[in-house]
């Protein structure tokens, strides 16, 4: 997988100034923009050809009915938010999530739809950004123009084009955190928005540790303190609801549905299509979602701590989503800045490893090439089970991830040997 060219990577953003970062190379940066507005404006053409499927806004339409909620005092939490089953449509965020939710109440008719299409298309945009900029690009006007154009690309990335079908909140808070990741070590506000995301939605939650273990100390407090203020927010204004959220509405999976859900794309969801939900399957889940997350924080504090910044938040997205209790398709948007770092490497490094990854990455993350040839299994999660090879492509996210973290760990420990052989080489000169 092609983590194994990190090596050739750039550091972090915060190790980076303006007079070292570098250019998008003119060749590249056409190219990326051609292929950017053809793929950009098919996708277009598919939404004006099937709103109702392409831009239906679904997830969106709840939101609005939660910030109605709040608005009229009545708890968000007490019952669906459509309908009357349990673990479908109950509102699974936090109170201050809600409070969010409030403007959309004024909403209505094609105001509704551009703002839920052109706000994720430009959060999008906004995340590749923040995420070329961890790369070391510089941030001028050809990156602006380069990131609407990869934006383009990625409306045919599978969990990106899903958020964007349902109006989901997922892109939102992947830009929160890629632009607080991306921010110096040396700002004062580093840490801040992946407070706020985390008192959204408690996965990213992950980031506050990872800030941690890579002794980011001050930001790790400075997002635990925003984290803290969204929670005294939600209290302040909504105490019921916030007392029964945090009480332990917020570790009641149920609420969200099943956990063989076939569209259920994390850990528990692929033990319990496996094993089924009876017996030690919650017990299997709690241990390998411990252990993928010590693993992450351990591959993750490495390539930070060695200038690899991006892939190392990149991991420690996909493991938020692994690890969760219930991952929807859309839930998986850390797919996109992987495929933006994956690109990058395959770009300027050549050769066949890191063009095989992204090859790779693409074709699981890819459901809106599939749909091309087949509307209705448009998904690799989609296809039949054929001589029960189904829990390899059906989990394939999850299989990816683990693939990246074995990748990353051999490329580690290919640079560490060839830093070893180095210093035996220099001390070797010295001698003679």
Not at 119 to 125: E, I, L, P, R, T
Not at 297 to 309: I, P, V
Request: charged share 15%; net charge positive.
């Amino acid at each position: 997988m092609s983590l194994s060219t990190i090596e050739n990577s750039v550091g972090p953003s915060s190790a980076l100034n303006a007079s070292v970062r570098r250019c998008v190379p003119a060749r590249a940066f056409w190219l990326i923009f051609a292929v950017g507005v053809v793929a950009g404006g098919w996708y277009v053409k598919q939404v004006l050809g099937l709103p109702q499927v392409m831009m239906h806004l679904k997830d969106l339409s709840v939101y609005q009915i939660a910030g109605n909620r709040v608005a009229d005092g009545v708890s968000v939490y007490d019952t669906p938010l459509l309908g009357n089953t349990r673990g479908v449509w109950e509102f699974v965020y936090t109170p201050f999530a809600a409070l969010l939710f409030v403007p959309l109440v004024g909403l209505r008719g094609d105001l509704y739809t551009y703002v839920g299409a052109f706000g994720n298309f430009a959060m999008v945009a906004a995340s590749a950004l923040a995420a070329l900029s961890m790369l070391g690009y510089r941030r001028d006007r050809r990156l602006v123009l380069l990131s609407l154009s990869i934006a383009g690309l990625l409306m045919w990335c599978e969990p990106v084009r899903e958020t964007m079908a349902f109006g989901q909140i997922n892109i939102f808070l992947l830009l929160l955190v890629l632009a607080d990741m991306a921010l110096p070590d040396s700002s004062r506000w580093k840490g801040v928005l992946t407070g706020i995301a985390a008192g959204i939605k408690l996965t990213p939650a992950l980031f506050v540790i990872y800030l941690l273990v890579t002794r980011r100390y001050r930001a790790a407090a400075t997002a635990i303190g925003a984290f803290a203020a969204t929670v005294l927010i939600g209290l302040v204004v909504m105490p019921k609801d916030s007392l029964m959220f945090w009480s332990g509405a917020f570790a009641d999976p149920t609420r969200v549905g099943v956990p063989e859900n076939p569209q259920n794309e994390s850990l528990r969801g692929m033990i319990a299509r496996t094993i089924g939900v009876d017996g030690s399957h919650q017990l299997l889940w709690l241990a390998s979602a411990v252990v993928v997350t010590a693993v992450c924080l351990y591959l993750a504090r490495r390539l930070s701590l060695t200038g690899y910044e991006l892939p190392a938040v990149v991991l420690c997205g996909l493991t938020t989503t692994a690890v969760s209790p219930y991952s929807w398709v859309h839930h998986w948007v850390w797919l996109a800045p992987l495929l933006i770092y994956l690109a990058d490497l395959a770009l300027r490094r050549g050769g066949i490893i890191a063009p095989l990854g992204l090859v790779v990455a693409f074709v699981v993350a890819s459901g809106g090439v599939l749909s091309l040839y087949d509307p209705a299994l448009g998904s690799l999660t989609n296809y039949p089970s054929d001589n029960h090879l189904g829990v390899f492509y059906h989990n394939a996210y999850i299989w990816l991830t683990l693939a990246l973290f074995g990748a990353a760990a051999v490329q580690m420990r290919r640079s560490a040997e060839r830093a070893g052989s180095d210093r035996d080489n220099s001390r070797s000169v010295a001698v003679h």
